[in-house]
């Protein structure tokens, strides 16, 4: 389902000393299907934008509309539920939101609430235990007896236990170590492509925005400071530089870009020749 959001201001606090307008002006429109990735630094108003998508936030003024969902400011009634069930949020350390005795319970928790039969649900769970690299015994476990990354992969087969057709993954890497950030991009870029998610990924790591993502967003203080396909990161290399964004400018990353992404031309300063 595509997404758009159309002149959407987001304020803080309203009418007090800590008012701040965290959102000013946005407009954009999110391809069903597509994979976004948005980047920006701390505090650029990435999650305050992602936020909308699910009804965590709503807009101050302006309008989000999540295929069929409309929400306005000033909107009394949304079917939340309905929303939920289509758009799965991944936050930072999701592990933190575990909270059932077992994995078994905790997978299906999302999906029983959005009224799948047990069955249903378990099913579900037995499946997507192994879509996140786990094998069935982890079902009967306590989520609070797994090491940390296993607890985070379980967390996430929850998520994707509703079967969302949005998939918003809020920095769903924080804190892991290369080896694990990269096989949780793929597990994330493999599930994309099996159900045509539309998913949308906030990151700090250009290398996955430029990996994953078919458009990239650009936030700065609130405000889009710039849209485009993946190309963006190299055509516009120098004033992401200058935003403090720019590609780590390795060898072996940028050989590997551009073998994936099969470029024939890369700006001198990204061209691997002679480096
Ligand atoms: P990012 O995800 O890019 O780090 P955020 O969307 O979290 O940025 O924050 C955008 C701005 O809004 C920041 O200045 C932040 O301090 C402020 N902010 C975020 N959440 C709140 C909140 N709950 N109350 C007040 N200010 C907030």
Do not use: R, V
């Given at each position: 389902m595509d997404i758009v959001f159309s002149e959407v201001d987001h304020c803080y606090m309203?009418?007090?000393?800590?008012?701040?307008?965290?959102?000013?002006d946005i407009s954009l429109t999110i391809p069903s299907g597509s994979f976004t990735a948005i980047i920006g630094?701390?505090?650029?108003g990435k999650s305050t934008l992602v936020q909308h998508i699910n009804g965590l936030l709503k807009p101050t003024s302006g309008t989000v509309q999540v295929g069929s969902f409309t929400m306005k400011a000033?909107?009394?009634?949304?079917d939340l539920l309905h929303l939920r069930k289509k758009v799965g949020h991944v936050f930072?350390?999701?592990?933190?939101?575990l909270f059932e005795e077992t994995v078994e319970k905790d997978i299906c928790f999302g999906p029983v609430n959005f009224g799948l039969s047990k069955e249903h649900a378990t099913k579900r769970a037995k499946e997507l235990i192994k879509v996140v690299?786990?094998?069935?015994?982890?079902?009967?476990?306590?989520?609070?007896?797994?090491?940390g990354g296993q607890m985070r992969r379980v967390a996430i087969a929850g998520v994707l236990a509703s079967r969302p057709s949005v998939l918003v993954l809020d920095?769903?890497?924080?804190?892991?170590?290369p080896e694990g950030r990269d096989q949780m991009m793929e597990l994330f870029s493999t599930y994309h492509k099996d159900h045509n998610t539309t998913t949308i990924l906030v990151t700090h790591h250009m290398e996955d925005a430029a990996k994953y993502a078919d458009q990239i967003i650009v936030m700065h203080n609130g405000k889009i400071k710039m849209c485009g396909g993946r190309e963006l990161i190299f055509e516009e290399a120098k004033k992401l530089e200058e935003l403090g964004?720019?590609?780590?400018?390795?060898v072996r990353f940028l050989q590997e870009l551009k073998e994936k992404f099969r470029l024939t031309s890369v700006p001198n300063q990204f061209d691997v020749e002679g480096t």
């Open positions: 309203p009418k007090t000393p800590f008012e701040k307008m965290a959102l000013k630094h701390t505090g650029s000033g909107q009394k009634k949304i930072q350390y999701p592990e933190h939101q690299g786990l094998d069935a015994s982890f079902l009967d476990k306590s989520p609070f007896h797994l090491s920095e769903p890497a924080a804190g892991l170590d964004l720019g590609l780590p400018n390795t």
